[in-house]
C-alpha cells in the first residue's frame, strides 16, 4: 500500500514537474536535481551531497515541504561557529565548485570572505582529486598541505575541503587539525541531527546545536567508536 501511495505520488508530482522547472527557470542540471527531490518529497529529509551543482537551493526550497540541508551553507555556518572571530575562510574544491560561486554566495552570506588557490594553486587541486585520489594512486600529502599553508598565508584562519575526494584524503592521513573542515562530516552530524538523532556524545550534541565550542568536534565521535 504504501508502495503504490508512492507511484501515484510521484505520478501527481511529475505534471507539474514541466510547468514548476519553467517558473523557476532552472538551468538543465538544476531540473534535474529539482525533479528528484520533488519526485522523493514523500520522504523526511532533503540531502544536497554535492559541493558543486550550482543550484537556486533557496527556490527549491520554498517548492518542498520538507527540510532540505545544503552542505555548503552547513559547513559555512559551522565554521563560523568553531572559529572565533572568523573573517577568511579558504575553501579547496574543483575548479567547477570554485567557478559556480558556491561557497562564496555562502560566505557573502555571513560576512565573512571567502579564498581560493590561484591559477596553479587550483591545478594542483585537481592533480590531488583526479591524477591521485580518483585514480586510486598514492596521493602527495605534502602537496596537499602546501596548498593548506597557501590559504593561509593570505590570512585564511580555517579551509574547508569542499570535494568529497579530499575527505578522503583527510580520512586517510587521520588529518585532526581543527581548521582543516571536511565538509562532508559537517553534513553527516548534521543530518543525524536533523533526523531527530542524537550524535554519540552530548559534549558533541551540544556543541553543534548552541555553536559553543572553539574545538572541531569530529573526532570525538571517532573517540567514542
Known amino acids: 500500500k504504501k508502495a503504490g501511495r508512492a507511484v ?4 501527481q508530482l511529475s505534471g507539474s514537474l514541466q510547468k514548476k ?15 528528484i527531490i520533488r519526485r522523493m518529497e514523500f ?3 532533503r540531502v544536497i551531497v554535492t559541493d558543486g551543482i550550482p543550484t537556486r537551493v533557496e527556490e527549491i526550497k520554498k517548492s518542498i ?21 572568523l573573517k577568511k575562510l ?8 570554485v567557478q559556480s560561486s558556491t561557497y562564496q554566495i555562502a560566505c557573502e552570506k555571513q560576512g565573512i570572505e571567502c579564498v581560493v588557490p590561484d591559477i596553479a594553486g587550483q591545478e594542483m587541486v585537481m592533480k590531488i582529486i583526479y591524477e ?13 598541505y602546501h596548498l593548506v599553508e ?10 574547508v575541503l569542499g570535494c568529497t575526494e579530499l575527505s578522503v584524503v583527510k580520512r586517510d592521513f587521520r588529518i585532526k587539525q581543527p581548521d582543516i573542515i571536511d565538509s562532508l562530516e559537517v553534513l553527516a552530524m548534521k543530518t543525524i541531527v536533523t533526523c531527530g538523532k542524537k550524535l554519540k556524545t552530548d559534549r558533541i550534541h551540544s ?8 574545538e572541531f568536534i569530529f573526532p570525538l565521535i571517532e573517540a567514542e567508536r
Open 8 to 11: 501515484k505520488k510521484v505520478r
Open 21 to 35: 522547472n519553467t517558473e523557476l527557470k532552472l538551468t538543465d542540471k538544476e531540473t534535474k536535481l529539482f525533479e
Open 43 to 45: 520522504g523526511e529529509v
Open 65 to 85: 515541504s520538507i527540510p532540505m540541508i545544503n552542505i555548503v551553507e552547513e559547513t559555512v555556518q559551522y565554521a563560523c561557529r568553531i572559529i572565533p572571530d
Open 90 to 97: 579558504g575553501v579547496l574544491a574543483t575548479t567547477g565548485t
Open 132 to 144: 591521485q585520489v580518483k585514480a586510486g594512486k598514492e596521493v602527495d600529502i605534502a602537496l596537499f
Open 150 to 159: 597557501m590559504l593561509k598565508e593570505q590570512g585564511c584562519q580555517a579551509v
Open 207 to 214: 556543541a553543534l546545536h548552541k555553536g559553543e565550542t572553539k
